[in-house]
């Protein structure tokens, strides 16, 4: 009896939230409460007293929108600052419980979701994450201190968003025994029944990405949901996949089985109508008798019993292994160490042109010993991104220590499981392609801004200096793209310093941070890292007290500018160069400093950059002028596009002449 009090405590509380709010979903709740009870009341490993203790299991609401059903049994199991009055405010301002979970912000909240689908790649990330770490650290003969299991809540839509399958069919292949993907098949979309748009069967296409997969027929029968969870646990050696049939709205008869109980309260007549179906004893909202909240509270008590054995092991491992307990103590703080930061910050002398992703590929090489935690890879481009971490090993399934990752043809994927793993703590994580492919990354890009997660996005063959590709892989809008992303930074080196500078940046800043770089080679231009990391500097001042004209560039343009400088120095223009490889942390800059690089009173500027316009007119200002491409590149050799689209030194000369003439 009090398990069917303990699982529609969910319902009701859910639904209270979302009509006192008058606003979210009420019907996934509903259906899905059985299945999110018997997780955390029976398997999932967690302390609701230390929300973030590290071998505790992960949990990803993949099916955000039912975030209600998730502040719910949270509160029910006592999370800090969950309160009854929290539920209250469900969506409104400033409140603990948004309209989708947000990592950082609730505790007990794993990741940010609601972007359908998205979670499911946190999930393979975390999974991945946790594989690796297991392999390295664990003894064997000795109790694993990495053991823990991730699961993943997701619904219809989450399976017919494109990134389910490419996350799901590399978590496959890679065979992450520890994952764990719900899927609450209550067969209801926002426009009706999944019938419309989607009839395929998901349970064969998981066992075509080498799932094991398990069907639960009654999403309400919690002892046989409970029995399937540990059947998928106990098939080791593959990942897991457990369909749930469920009723959406499951409650209200006037509402269970249709799309009008996804997206709207039920209206307090349905609630009403739900109470008394469901046989709940009390009718006044967001009140839960006290025998449920003891029953939560005492299967709590084995999540903190569980954390406790952890702690013990923890400090057993250390007298096993102390060298190891220190390195695993160094992985989950991860950060930069400062054999790395000396390295990074040493301004060095570059002797011949090179392409900025092969000295990308360098830096990564040269700091990858002394960041052990640095994990990633390309989609698929490796050689041509030059991510490759050399004698690091490859992440296979039976060889999870290796540290390149193999993302396959999956930008998006990639992007998300990028997330998962720095959600899960023990990684730096960083990801490649071309800059023009950055718009398969960007929903992923976003998320991990709005996490405050610094991963590191590696971009090449950054500007119409791609070729003979062609304008489907010359970027154009991609810089101002990105830039125009908050909380991350964008960075685009003209050498081996500015590129330094970046990765620096990138391992101390706390964001994510993307690098543009170029596949031609460019000519080194004498650089400072310590100029760099302020985002803007004066790489060649003027011969006088004050410059006729600033020349502001970024990347491979710059050398062109230190060119076009001379070139009007002939002319009797005096000019200044000033190199910006990241806009956004040049404007973070003390107004002082901005203004000694940039002074107020020369407004004659000239902007140089192999891209778009967009995003340069705060620096430009009203009288600047531009030599950037606002239209799509073409197929020829590089050195030609550059002339074709007057990206070059004379005419950045010329229209420099031009603004100081008129």
Known sequence: MVTKLAVNAIRVLAADEVQKANSGHPGFPLGAAPIIYELYANHLKHDPANPEWFDRDRFVLSAGHGSAMLYAVLHLFGYEGLTVDQLKQFRQLGSLTPGHPEYGHTKGVDATTGPLGAGLGMAVGMAIAEAHLAKIFNRPGQQPLVDHYTYALSGD?????????????????????????????????????????????????????????????????????????????????????????????????????????????????????????LGWPLQEAFKVPQEVYDHYAEKAGRGVRAEEAWQNLKKEYALFDADAAVLFDQYLAGGITEEARAWLSETVIQEKAEATRQISGNVLNGIKDNIPWLIGGSADLAPSNKTNLKDAGDFFAGSPEGRNLHFGVRELGM????????????????????????????????????????????????????????????????????????????????????????????????????????????????????????????????????????????????????????????????????????????????????????????????????????????????????????????????????????????????????????
Request: negative net charge; aromatic residues 6%.
């Open 415 to 662: 992007g998300a499981i990028c997330l998962g793993l720095a959600l899960h703590g023990g990684a730096i994580p960083y990801c490649a392609t071309f800059l023009v492919f950055a718009d398969y990354v960007k929903p992923m890009i976003r998320l991990a801004a709005l996490m405050k997660l610094p991963i590191i996005y590696v971009f090449t063959h950054d500007s119409i200096g791609v070729g003979e590709d062609g304008p489907t892989h010359e970027p154009i809008e991609q810089l101002a793209m990105l830039r125009s992303t908050p909380g991350m930074d964008v960075f685009r080196p003209c050498d081996t310093n500015e590129t330094k500078a970046a990765y620096l940046s990138a391992l101390t800043s706390g964001r994510p941070t993307a690098l543009a770089l170029s596949r031609q080679n460019l000519t080194p231009v004498g650089s400072d890292v310590k100029d760099a990391l302020r985002g803007g500097y004066i790489l060649e001042a003027e011969s006088g007290d004050q410059p006729d004209v600033i020349l502001i560039a970024s990347g491979s343009e710059v050398a062109p500018s230190v060119h076009a400088q001379k070139l009007l120095a002939e002319k009797g223009i005096d000019a200044r160069v000033v190199s910006v490889p990241s806009l956004d942390v040049f404007l973070a800059q003390p107004e002082a400093y901005q203004s000694d690089v940039l002074p107020k009173a020369v407004r004659r500027r000239v902007i140089a950059e192999a891209g778009s316009a967009q995003s340069w007119g705060v620096l430009a200002g009203l009288d600047g002028a531009y030599v950037t491409i606002d239209k799509f590149g073409a197929s020829a050799p590089a050195e030609q596009l550059f002339k074709e689209y007057g990206i070059t030194a004379e005419h950045i000369a010329e229209v420099a002449e031009g603004l100081s003439r008129a």
């Open 157 to 277: 839509g989450c399976f017919m968003e494109g990134v389910s399958s490419e996350v799901l069919s590399l978590a496959g292949t890679l065979g992450l025994s520890k994952l764990i993907v719900l899927y609450d098949s209550n067969r209801i979309t926002i426009e009706g029944s999944t019938d419309l748009a989607f009839t395929e069967d998901v349970t064969k296409r998981m066992e075509a990405f080498g799932f094991g997969t398990f069907e639960v027929q009654d999403g309400n029968d919690t002892e046989e949901i409970g029995r399937v969870i540990e059947a998928a646990k106990a098939d080791t050696g593959r990942p897991s996949f457990i369909k749930i049939h469920t009723h959406i709205g499951y409650g209200v008869p006037g509402k269970q089985d249709s799309a009008s109980a996804h997206g709207e309260p039920l209206g307090e007549e349905n609630i009403r109508i739900l109470r008394e179906t």
